[in-house]
């Protein structure tokens, strides 16, 4: 199949959703257990939303794989080309996107409307491919088959990302910026090893200019340096304007992982700014990548700002339904990002 990229566009925002919408859930990566999977399933229908979950997601392959490598891939090609599918939702991450990414047919997915695609961590791989194949803003957000979409802060943030972008226009930093600074450019990235396993493969280029989001699980503070040394060595973290942390959960002990950041980050002469509360941590907020954003680090614990120049998606034609939304409007929007 097709692997030609998308000529270069501004990253197109996808509509927002509104209540009948249909959505598909699929499974890119690992087995998803099927309590969880049906629990997430009841939570967005309680949103009004129709759920369909694709052929094979209840498939597995390797005892690490959900489902063969073309099941899986056929699944998410179908669910994104289907213009009656609203959004395409994964259901956990683990390991498989990356054997998916050569069996798509990217011609067909650029051929089609955008539309959110939701999840994070080993699904950092399509948000990487969608953003350089396909120009197209996509939510590195909870879920559907995991415990962060029974978490009520993470499930009401995606929920209003993905009714009523207009109220979602500011992204929290609850500690200290290890380097203050100002920068805006398009967030991007995700999961650290995600993005270091993905260099050296044709099509691969440096976020140039980018906001720069990193977040991790599970690495000890040695295997982290070597993934930051990675991606420094190919110029991934010297091509960003600014340097956003997410949480590092579970990545060893704090101050020697606090040390290794600091070794690692400070001295690339750009902003770097700490606690967004995204990621494998308890609260998993939805960060829009493709969106331009301003960040503003500042030294002292929750005085950085990171604003987003527009809403993560786009409104939709007609009479929009946001009753499924109830939290007020964030303060004041930001003016758009200079180019």
């Given at each position: 199949?097709?692997t030609?990229?998308?000529?270069a566009a501004?990253?197109?925002r996808?509509p927002?959703?509104?209540?009948?919408?249909?959505?598909?859930?699929?499974?890119?990566?690992?087995?998803?257990?099927?309590?969880p999977l049906?629990?997430?399933?009841?939570?967005?229908?309680?949103?009004?939303?129709?759920?369909?979950v694709m052929?094979?997601?209840a498939d597995?392959?390797l005892?690490h794989l959900?489902?063969?490598?073309?099941?899986r891939?056929a699944?998410?090609?179908?669910?994104?080309?289907?213009?009656?599918v609203?959004?395409v939702?994964?259901?956990?991450?683990?390991?498989?996107?990356?054997?998916?990414?050569?069996?798509?047919?990217?011609?067909?997915?650029?051929?089609?409307?955008?539309?959110?695609l939701?999840?994070?961590?080993?699904?950092?791989?399509?948000?990487?491919l969608f953003?350089?194949?396909?120009g197209v803003v996509?939510?590195?957000?909870p879920?559907?088959a995991?415990?962060?979409?029974?978490?009520?802060?993470?499930?009401?943030?995606?929920r209003?990302?993905?009714f009523?972008p207009?109220?979602v226009?500011?992204?929290p930093?609850?500690?200290?910026?290890?380097?203050?600074?100002?920068?805006?450019?398009?967030l991007?990235?995700?999961?650290?090893?995600?993005?270091a396993?993905?260099?050296g493969?044709?099509?691969?280029?440096?976020?140039?200019?980018?906001?720069?989001?990193?977040?991790?699980t599970?690495?000890?503070?040695?295997?982290l340096?070597?993934?930051?040394?990675?991606?420094?060595?190919?110029?991934?973290?010297g091509?960003?304007?600014?340097?956003?942390?997410g949480?590092f959960?579970?990545?060893g002990?704090?101050?020697?992982?606090?040390?290794v950041?600091?070794d690692?980050?400070?001295?690339?002469?750009?902003?770097?700014?700490?606690?967004?509360?995204?990621?494998h941590g308890?609260?998993?907020?939805?960060?829009?990548?493709?969106?331009?954003?301003e960040?503003?680090?500042?030294a002292?614990?929750g005085?950085?700002?990171?604003?987003?120049?527009?809403p993560p998606?786009?409104?939709?034609?007609?009479v929009?339904?946001?009753?499924?939304v109830?939290?007020?409007?964030?303060?004041?929007?930001?003016e758009?990002?200079a180019?």
């Amino acid at each position: 199949m097709s692997t030609a990229r998308a000529k270069a566009a501004p990253p197109r925002r996808p509509p927002a959703l509104r209540a009948g919408d249909r959505v598909a859930v699929v499974a890119p990566a690992g087995p998803v257990a099927p309590g969880p999977l049906d629990r997430g399933v009841a939570l967005l229908e309680s949103w009004g939303l129709r759920v369909s979950v694709m052929p094979h997601v209840a498939d597995s392959h390797l005892g690490h794989l959900a489902g063969e490598d073309a099941g899986r891939a056929a699944d998410l090609q179908a669910a994104w080309t289907d213009p009656g599918v609203a959004a395409v939702l994964c259901a956990r991450g683990g390991y498989g996107c990356q054997r998916t990414a050569d069996l798509l047919d990217w011609r067909a997915l650029a051929a089609a409307a955008p539309k959110p695609l939701v999840g994070f961590s080993d699904v950092t791989e399509l948000h990487r491919l969608f953003a350089a194949r396909l120009g197209v803003v996509t939510l590195h957000g909870p879920m559907v088959a995991t415990e962060a979409f029974a978490e009520p802060q993470s499930l009401e943030h995606l929920r209003r990302v993905l009714f009523a972008p207009e109220t979602v226009r500011e992204l929290p930093l609850r500690a200290p910026a290890p380097v203050p600074g100002r920068a805006a450019g398009v967030l991007a990235g995700g999961n650290a090893s995600l993005l270091a396993s993905s260099l050296g493969v044709p099509g691969f280029e440096p976020p140039d200019g980018c906001l720069l989001f990193l977040e991790e699980t599970g690495e000890e503070p040695y295997r982290l340096d070597r993934i930051l040394t990675q991606l420094r060595r190919a110029g991934v973290l010297g091509a960003a304007a600014g340097i956003v942390l997410g949480d590092f959960t579970d990545c060893g002990e704090p101050a020697a992982l606090a040390e290794v950041l600091h070794d690692r980050l400070s001295g690339l002469g750009v902003p770097v700014a700490a606690g967004l509360p995204a990621g494998h941590g308890d609260v998993q907020l939805t960060v829009p990548l493709g969106v331009r954003a301003e960040l503003t680090a500042r030294a002292g614990p929750g005085a950085s700002t990171l604003l987003l120049a527009r809403p993560p998606l786009a409104p939709r034609t007609g009479v929009e339904d946001h009753s499924a939304v109830t939290h007020r409007t964030d303060r004041k929007a930001a003016e758009p990002c200079a180019s």
